[in-house]
């Protein structure tokens, strides 16, 4: 199916991007101490997190 396979290629991109994000998020506390801009990377973080469980609740749908 054409959907699925769209959806579990954005769903690839987007994993890739939350690991650069938790990459960035260790790099802003540990070595630059920067807290603010870590909350920010927090609050992207969980907004990419929600958005790749939407898409798996999207294959699902469309798989059963």
Do not use: C, W
Not at 25 to 36: Q, S
Not at 53 to 59: F, K, L, V
């Amino acid at each position: 199916n054409k959907n699925i396979e769209q959806l579990d290629t954005l769903n690839r991109e987007l994993r890739a991007e939350i690991e650069a994000h938790e990459s960035n998020l260790g790099a802003l506390i540990d070595t630059a101490h920067n807290y603010p801009e870590a909350a920010l990377a927090v609050r992207k973080l969980r907004f990419l997190e929600k958005l790749e469980e939407d898409i798996g609740h999207a294959i699902e749908k469309i798989m059963f």
